[in-house]
């Protein structure tokens, strides 16, 4: 499993979307639509979002506030203790009370809620574009609900494409009323043609971020440097959410017989024969590549899930990324 490669046997890779039917006049087009799933962003799928919220290990520290706790002490509605006062402090954070019953002055410190920026990192490479239904339609899609419920908890959320050897940014949202632009710069992302070199591109990304927040990564991983894009992901600072997506086809090959497949970026081309040996004998090492990836998130304390991406999205939402507790 160290390239990337496209199960369709002498054929091409699929269309990257399968688009739905026009939108009747007047109504707003569908996002994202996808071909198994009848999962819509609609507003009562946004609205059951709007209870999630991505868990994060430890506290950040931002640039302005938001919606997150902070290690540091900041003016906010929650109390969190007392110092005595010196020389500069506030005085309007003064407890009269407290100096009334003990003759001495304290200033009230609060909980400071600061700013986060989600970053999601979607694997735009032609080997995403392949599968039945293909595995950048779901990426897409696990992004924008992802997205919206950072959006929703008043963090910043930015996304870039992995493509080629770099990760093109867009400019990131804040606000729940952003997410019709959300869902605008996830539809415009297309699989690159040609080779994707992913370890290059997630260091073009990691380049841009500005401070610690969360970085979700959507990738088939089907690359050979994908352990070391993990481990420098996860070096950055911010907390790693790795979501490992694989066809069913990957997952479970319908292959018999003598075949060819098809590298989908290089177009490199290998004759097998596929039988019950071959088939177990993939599977087998199919597990031990993904339960790589989870040591090596375990060790540097990112998650990792692997997904099929035939998934509902409600239920990888409010079941197993929940589970995983990567949602709250």
Not at 2 to 27: C, F, H
Not at 179 to 196: K, N, Q, W
Not at 246 to 268: C, F, H, I, K, M
Not at 309 to 327: G, P, Q
Request: net charge negative; no cysteine.
């Amino acid at each position: 499993m160290t390239e990337r490669s496209s199960l369709d046997a002498g054929a091409g890779p699929p269309p990257a979307a399968v688009a739905g039917p026009s939108p009747a006049a007047g109504t707003r087009p569908a996002f994202l639509p996808s071909e198994v799933d009848s999962t819509v962003f609609d507003e009562a799928f946004l609205r059951q979002l709007e209870r999630l919220l991505l868990i994060m290990r430890s506290p950040v520290r931002g640039g302005l506030k938001g919606g997150r706790r902070s290690v540091k002490r900041g003016q906010s509605v929650e109390f969190a203790d007392y110092r005595e006062y010196a020389l500069g402090d506030d005085l309007r954070q003064l407890d009269w009370n407290v100096y009334a019953r003990l003759e001495r002055l304290f200033v009230k410190l609060f909980v400071e809620e600061e700013d986060v920026t989600v970053t999601l990192l979607i694997d735009a490479s032609a080997s995403m574009a392949t599968g039945r239904p293909s595995k950048l339609v779901f990426a897409k899609r696990a992004a924008a609900a992802l997205g919206y419920i950072g959006l929703a908890s008043e963090d910043r959320v930015a996304v870039s494409a992995l493509t080629g050897r770099v990760a093109r940014r867009r400019t990131a949202l804040r606000g729940s009323g952003r997410v019709f632009r959300l869902l605008g710069d996830l539809s415009a992302i297309e699989p690159a043609d040609g080779v994707t070199d992913l370890v290059a591109a997630a260091r073009h990304a990691a380049a841009q971020l500005h401070g610690r927040g969360v970085i979700v990564l959507l990738s088939d991983l089907l690359d050979p440097g994908a352990d070391r894009v993990i481990r420098e992901l996860a070096a950055t600072g911010s907390e790693l959410i790795v979501l490992h997506v694989l066809s069913p086809d990957e997952l479970e090959p319908p292959l018999e017989g003598d075949l060819r497949l098809v590298d989908a970026e290089t177009d490199e081309r290998v004759d097998i024969t596929a039988d019950l040996a071959t088939i177990d004998a993939y599977k087998d090492r199919l597990a031990a590549w993904k339960q790589s990836f989870a040591d090596i998130a375990a060790r540097r304390g990112a998650s990792y899930v692997d997904l099929a991406s035939d998934v509902n999205l409600a239920d990888l939402m409010f079941a197993e990324l929940r589970r995983r507790r990567v949602l709250g």
